[in-house]
């Protein structure tokens, strides 16, 4: 059977991939992905050949990638985070209808809202949504819905993708609809570079979130009304009795 | 610097262990848990002290932990799925206030919801809401409120702990809040026993989701409005032209 593995290589450091992944990684003979998370790969993998394409041309990447493993070739996909978080998975299985004899398996990956969390202390012990600002491929209308609607029900928000050279101004859109409805001292936190060089984070009120300028290698975590700071972390309790 | 490393292990099997929690395991002396992941553990590292504590007592689990930590052994907590989603991340940073001289380090695991898309095809491909059904800790209004805004805002829900032996019915009062908003052919799957032996999983419409009978070893997922069945898995498309 031929076959292509879609896997998560987790954020940054390779100190994320589970074994299995690993495991997958050694045993391609070929690896496909974005450009600058190949990068990451190659010298680890000097053996291996490593098909990319730039962003935005995520078709052709995994048109790449199938025709590949048609050839008969063991091919991974590789994604950063999870593959199945905003990541490859969905593409690979729309476009595997043009591939039906080439079966694909799924390897999960740590996505940016663990890694973040664990940077941050504890913001996700309790019922959570994971909303992404790039409207590249969403109407924001959309977007906004689902900001106010996780505003409302006061779940965590982590927030992917909150800003880019074209899109300077979500966050703080994000951070004004979500402070209709959660106070201006919520607990907030942001964590840069998650699982690189240059990791760093801040825990700051929903009222300064608005106004922070955050790139696209940030990841934003809005808490509950629960969420408090302690000892310089950003804790979300979840309800234990005797604490 | 005394330290405890809260670890999550990832579900079941260890192929989903990272490579920084398999470095925490093998270095420390002491590992604390919940009997049934503990007893997991014990086959591979032979050599360590494991102690544990049954469901429901989490603080003296947490406590136990920091006192080993406190005697200078090295110390880990470990977690199924991430030690920082439903987790006791949060617990231990509540309770280190008491141990002022022993740092936390949480290590991110892979989490149900990742590893269970990953076993339906890639559900989790847009915005999506994690819920726990458990009202163990939670009053069930606010989770009632969850389910409702996740429900309107067309997220994809992920739904951890959907029953137990008390609360048996909860997953069909879910869906029936949820049937409010979202389609009853809603794509909707279900993962049991995620990497673990046993694991299986089903796709099937919101409409027949609520008569699902389901145990605590099961994860719900239930689309959003663009969620289809492609050759047998659960896809959520995310806008990508040209597919």
Redesign the interface.
Known sequence: MKRIYVV?I?PGD???????A??VLEECQVIVGYTAYVDLLKADYPEKIFLTTPMKQ??ERCRMAFEEAAKGMETAMVCSG??????M?????????EY?EVD?I??????AA??G???L????????????LSDL??PWE??E??L???A????VICLYNPSSRKRADYLERACDLILQYKSSDTVCGLVRNIGRMGETYEILPLGEMRNKKVDMFTTVYIGNRETRE??G?M?????????
Chains 1, 2 share one sequence.
């Open positions: 998560g987790g390779r100190k994320y991939l589970t074994g299995a690993a495991r995520e078709t999870d593959s199945g978080i905003y990541g998975a969905g593409l690979m299985y729309q476009i595997g209808q039906p694909l799924i390897v999960p990956g740590i996505t663990s890694a969390a664990a940077v202390g504890a913001p996700l012990m309790h019922d959570f949504a994971v909303i992404s491929l969403t959309k977007i819905k689902r106010i609607a996780a409302m029900a006061d779940f302690i000892g972390k804790i979300t309790p979840r309800g234990y009795r005797n604490v």
